[in-house]
């Protein structure tokens, strides 16, 4: 089995800054792909950016490029999301997820953690 905890969500105002962590345990050695999934009431659960924790491939969703930014400390088994000039828009709770592929879909992931919510003011 495999555990994800996120953490760092809370309440910014608009263009301010939050880093979301994520810390793994179990079969971390299993976790090839790391990504970041947000749903916003009564939407869908998107795609935001997802990583290899062997190199430093990352993907975007378009919405966030140039604005977040995935990165991970392999020794502390963490994956983190550095979200800066957030919008109202980006209101919503950020779910961790590893899995097998670099990919923007969640059936691709197979661990998901529990989720932190982000809300950014207008």
């Known amino acids: 089995q495999v555990q994800l905890v996120e953490s760092g969500g809370g309440l910014v105002q608009a263009g301010g800054s939050l880093r979301l962590s994520c810390a793994a345990s179990?079969?971390?050695?299993?976790?090839?792909?790391m990504a970041w999934f947000r749903q916003a009431p009564g939407k869908e659960r998107e795609f935001v950016a997802a990583?290899?924790?062997?190199?430093?491939?990352?993907r975007y969703a378009d919405s966030v490029k140039g604005r977040f930014t995935i990165s991970r400390d392999n020794a502390k088994n963490t994956v983190y999301l550095q979200m800066n000039s957030l919008k109202p828009e980006d209101t919503a709770v950020y779910y961790c997820?590893?899995?097998?592929?670099?990919?923007?879909?969640?059936?691709?992931?197979?661990?998901w953690g529990q989720g932190t919510q982000v809300t950014v003011s207008s």
């Open positions: 179990g079969r971390t050695f299993s976790m090839y792909y």
């Open positions: 990583s290899r924790w062997s190199d430093s491939t990352p």
């Open positions: 997820a590893a899995g097998g592929s670099l990919s923007t879909s969640i059936r691709n992931y197979n661990y």
